[in-house]
């Protein structure tokens, strides 16, 4: 828990969480679990703010609940991504790449 | 959009499900988070611990789900709403306090602003009314202003402008229409045929005018007004093709007009220019300076106002360079066009932008109030918030419920303020309706509804944003304080300078209600020169035919023969006019050539302008206007000897400065040709013939020779309201084909002519009113909270033994205090700002330094009592029970 719990950049969480879903659909806790894993634990996900941002995310559409059968056969609430959402995944994937383009020609990662 | 509406209506609705949702949700992921602890050696009860502590506590994170979802901002409003009207119910006086100020200050702009909006703002019911131009000549040089124009002066502007698309010209005649046995005098309005064209109006039934019946030996044709076609007419559907013996020719109805304010002048009937005999007259045509009509113009699309008065400049002086006869330089002629819209409405413009600052000012002051008595409860409530704040509540969230709280009492107040503002409404309809046409559309309706939404809502933002912003104390200072008897600093001048702001506002209005009530009463005591009591009027038409010019002259004498024997009638005259008539009031002074012996003009000379009045010899002594030097009329003068004529001291005064006029004579313009000379027999005293704020004239008084005036002037012995119908029958006993109408006392006319005034000074006052009751119902709720507050204090001073006169002396002088100081600042703002009502003054400065102590002396008085009443209080106060309280 101490290693980079560093601050996501605003809107950063939403991209995660899109891309995450991109591949299946997924509970909160899963989603969770495989940022820590893909990131290498780079990055941990504040759980405080996971819930509210999916909340957000459905509410503006992008997103859809349902509930099923989790791995554990306990009853999970799994999110999808919805058309809509797939396309606002595309546009936050290249914004997203045009910043932290410009941010490692800024730092100078070379 | 759907699936927003769906959602928040699923927020709304399905709380239960949206609520185990979430829960479930998140005791789903405690659960995989404390197995995750579990897995890497913790025990359960600390893995469980850990598990709260990530994902930051479970009702803070199921908080912030909540708030992600749309329909929550909508349910904290109806929360917030449901919250405010139980706290209204709870305190049902402050709710009715604040609620009754609202809605008097609301309902009294709303009334107004129907009347601003009905005839400033509202779009012309024409057709681009935006288009039309009334033309107006001037001769500013010689001080006539709006000189009506001739035949070839309309033809003139509609030749030579470029960028009009018509000139329409219109006049006023009244005519008879003749029926077997009786007759009826009907107000007609002779226009252009296209006049109905360019104004774009279409008629109700039948068809207006066309360019054929305007033609000379086209039959003759009627269109009725909405307002005869009902009165007159009962309404008839029929009535197109119905005929009227009208000039001795019989005239056919072609069409009825819609219900629209008709302009310049509400009319009875219209009929085609060719159809007025004098109008038509070869004579008159041919005459540039025979000018009757008014003229309005339809600009060609795109053009503006500007570029046609440039545009209209330059025919002027086209025209007053080719007829220099007509024009002399020296006269200054110029032509104005200014915008039909502003125009129509031009007289009640002034009275209703001031009305409207006025009622604004109520406004204030009724939001000044309602601030307070919030600011009163919100005190009470200082507590409450307190804890609210510690326990997480975000000041931006009592923010927000102070003011759902403050816009649900003023939308209240509103919707209460519009049930007051039809029957104000009326009223202010009633009086004004003598000022412009466009009364008549006066209504409330979507852009009104519109308006007092906005000012509900805007002044419950702005009353509930002071007390709502004053409480920075809410992180919870009062709480740790531990008693709330101790007020803020902060919130305690906010109170007092919304007392001084409103005491300030009140003392302006009062001031300038004192302006106008001390300028109608020196209006009220002007001498009209005349003795107007028991003075009864009527216009006396007869026809031609039957009558003609030598008949009428017997028609006069037996009229007056036959009024004069009818018992209760002291004595009668007929005259062309008679003073405060109406007709002269909107119309101001005539201008009429003439010339005295001996003094020919010089060429640079402005022409001597003068109203000329024909009367029947006993004129003077009906009306009890003086003969100040020389003699008065003589019957002898009615029937033989040399022409004569009287004079007013006024004319004397401009004329013969240094001699007397008696004996001099003078001539008069009668169409380009001179008038023999006619001798001055006799000076007049002046008559405030155009109402009672208007200096007089300059006046000549001719006598009846030939010919018939129409006017008859009874003076009576008895009430003349009571006698008006004995002499309507004996002048319907000489002759039963007379029209008679316009039957009024002169004292009703006096009256009349002083509406203006009168409903300045009036509205002013009942504003004025309106505002000192709201400000000193303030002051009062004012200290009666700040005694309530200082109820410790107070027992203390009391128990160390301050009598009770000294401590109510001493909340009364703090009270009093504030009021002054208001009252000063009003005094200051009222100096700044009654310049603004200078044109409604009469004989009363602006800055009347009486009428100014008179006022402040008057709020003083009523503002100590109200700072009285609460301050008694204090003597209720048990220094005993009020050290104890706590």
Known sequence: ?110 | MANRLLSIFRFLFRRQKMEQDLDAELRYHIDRLTEHHVAQGKSREDALRQARIDVGGIEPTKEECRDARLGRAIERFLQDVAYGARVLRKNPGFAAAAMITLALGIGANTAIFSLVYGVLLRPLPYAQGGQLVVLHQNAAKAHINDLAFSVKEIADYRDQSHTLQAVVEHHSMNFLLMSKDSAERVETAVVSANFFDVLGVRPLLGRTFVAGDEAYGSGAVLILSYKYWQSHQRGDPAIIGKIFQMNDRPHTVIGVLPPIPQYPAESDVYMPTSQCPYRSSAGFIGNRRSRMMTAFARLKPGVTTEQAQADLSVVASQIERANPDVYPAQDGYSLVASPLREDIARRARAMLLVLLGVAGFVLLIACANVANLLLARLLKLERELAVRAALGASKARLVQQVLTESVLLSVLGGLLGLAFAPPALAVLVRFTEGFTQRVAEVRIDGPVLLFTLLISVGTGVIFGLAPAFSSHGWGGSAFHQGSWSTSSRSRHHLRSALVVAQVAVSVILLAGAGLMIRSFVRLQQVNPGFSPDRLLTMRISPGFPPHTMQTVRLLGDNILAKVKAVTGVETAAMASSFPFNPVGLVSGPGASDYEIEGKPPSKVDVKPTVDIRIVSANYFETIRQPIVKGRSFTVQDERSGPAVVIINQSLARHRFPNEDPVGKRIRFDEMMSWTPWVEIVGVAGDVKEYGLGQPAGDEIYGIIRNGFVNRLIARTSLDPNSMAAVIRATVHDVDPLVAIDQLDTVERAEYDSMASPRLMTLLLGIFAGLAVVISCSGIAAVMALAVSQRTREIGIRMALGANRSAVVSMVLRQGLALVLAGTALGMAGAAALSRLLSTFLYGTSPTDLLTFAAVSMLFLIVAAIACFIPARLVTRIDPLIALRQE
């Not at chain 1, 991209?15 to 780079?42: D, F, N």
């Not at chain 1, 941002?53 to 554990?72: D, F, P, Q, V, Y």
């Open chain 1, 1 to 110: 828990m101490a290693r980079a719990k560093s601050e996501l950049l605003q809107g950063t969480l939403d991209l995660l969480i899109l891309k995450t879903l991109e591949l299946e659909p997924m509970h909160g806790w899963g989603i969770t679990l495989r940022i820590q894993q893909v990131s290498e634990s780079v990055l941990q996900v504040n759980q405080g703010s996971l819930y509210p941002a999916l909340h957000r995310l459905e509410e503006r559409g992008w997103i859809r609940a349902t509930w099923k059968a989790s791995e554990n056969n306990r009853q999970a609430k799994y999110y999808e991504l919805t058309a809509q959402g797939k396309r606002q995944l595309v546009e936050e994937k290249q914004n997203w790449l045009r910043l932290s383009g410009a941010m490692a020609r800024i730092v100078g990662t070379a």
